[in-house]
């Protein structure tokens, strides 16, 4: 079964700092992975995604991930670091057969001026 | 285009109310997600559809709740009778392609049972 564990429950940086977020998958084949955020009192937006090909991924906000089979990771990064990406994020992992995704427990950024 | 939109965004209801949530996908959407957000549980899919039909209920917790999708514009997750545990943010999700799982999620509905 597909599962996706989130190490970081809560992390702090400064603003201008670097961000890598953990995400760990379990899936048999070659998982569809994800990675959204959600601000206070919102949905989930979708930042970026892996289907294939390229395992580095480029999304919005000036984030990316890359895709590591070797260690079934989907690290989420960001080189510098804005107050306003303060947020939850989500790993999340689906299977090309099926329209479910399973989410992580998340991670919370908190961002020091 | 509106997204996904939910409603109600907030309600606050007895223990053994009926409670409806509603979602209206993105239109052209053919697969619509019905997931639960909780402190303890994080985000749990509850049910899918695709093309209006129930996919997976296995998410479902107990027979106190019933989602239906009468058409391709709307959708309902129901609980009769509400518990106070069953308190929560209640989000609707869409998407476009039957396997491309690239869900659009609405703002969601909290939910508090007294």
């Known amino acids: 079964a597909q599962s996706v564990t989130q190490p970081d429950i809560h992390i702090t940086v400064s603003e201008g700092a670097s961000l890598e977020l953990r995400c760990n998958y379990s899936y048999g084949a070659t998982p569809y992975l994800f990675w959204y955020v959600q601000s206070p009192g919102q949905g989930l937006q979708l930042l970026l995604k892996?289907?294939?090909?390229?395992?580095l991924v480029q999304g919005i906000k000036g984030f990316e991930a890359e895709f590591k089979r070797s260690q079934s990771s989907f690290n989420l990064r960001k080189p510098s670091v804005h107050w306003s990406d303060a947020a939850e994020y989500f790993c999340?992992?689906?299977?090309?057969?099926?329209?479910?995704?399973?989410f992580g427990t998340g991670t919370r950024l908190q961002v020091f001026p | 285009d509106a997204g996904v939109i939910q409603s109600p965004r907030h309600e606050v209801t007895e223990m053994g109310q009926e409670v409806t949530l509603r979602c209206k996908p993105i239109s052209g959407h053919n697969s619509l997600f019905w997931y639960r957000q909780t402190m303890m549980r994080g985000l749990e899919l509850l049910i899918y559809f695709n093309n209006n039909v129930p996919i997976d209920d296995s998410g479902m917790p107990e027979d106190r709740f019933s989602a239906k999708m009468p058409n391709a514009s709307f959708s309902t997750l129901k609980i009769q009778p509400s518990e106070p545990r069953d308190s929560a943010v209640y989000f609707c999700a869409s998407s476009p392609t039957s396997g491309a799982n690239v869900l659009t999620f609405g703002a969601g509905s909290r939910l508090t049972v007294l």
């Open positions: 892996y289907f294939s090909g390229d395992t």
């Open positions: 999340a992992v689906g299977a090309g057969n099926t329209d479910k995704l399973i």
